[in-house]
Structures are given as C-alpha cells and as structure tokens.
C-alpha cells in the first residue's frame, strides 16, 4: 500500500455522499412515540400483553447476568 493513496473504507460504485446527505436532510424528521390512545379495547389488551411479555423477558436475562456476576465473582 502506497502512502499517498487514499483510504477507501466504502468503495462501492453506488454509494453518492451527495445524494444520500440530500436523502437524509429530507427525512430527518423523527417519528415520535405511537400513541395508544386511539386502540380499541383488544388492541389495548394486545398492547399490554406484548408490553408485559417484553418487560419480563428483560427481567429475566438482567437476573441471569447477575447471577452470572456473582458466581464468577466469589
């Protein structure tokens, strides 16, 4: 490798710095949190169930890692 030559970390022919700046620029907009407000009763039901299911399944690794933690650490 030559000293003088540039670094190409994303050579592909496709890529347009310009183009995908423009792209960005145009969709920068953030999307915002959904509201649950406009469900009806079993899409709210839904909402919580998935809600609860995700939340327990997290509990359940952060309890994991930390008898992990305590086991190598004695």
């Known amino acids: 490798m030559d000293i003088n030559e540039p ?8 890529y347009d710095p310009v ?4 792209y960005y620029m145009r969709t920068r907009e953030l999307k915002g949190r959904r509201s649950t ?5 079993e899409g ?5 169930y998935t809600k609860n299911e995700i939340s327990g399944e997290k509990k359940e690794k952060v309890k ?11």
Request: net charge positive; proline share 3%; with cysteine.
């Open 7 to 14: 670094l190409q970390h994303y050579a592909s022919p496709y």
């Open 19 to 22: 183009k995908a700046h423009e």
């Open 37 to 41: 407000t406009k469900l009806n009763d």
């Open 44 to 48: 709210k039901k839904v909402w919580a």
């Open 64 to 74: 994991e890692e930390q008898e992990k933690r305590k086991t190598k650490n004695c």
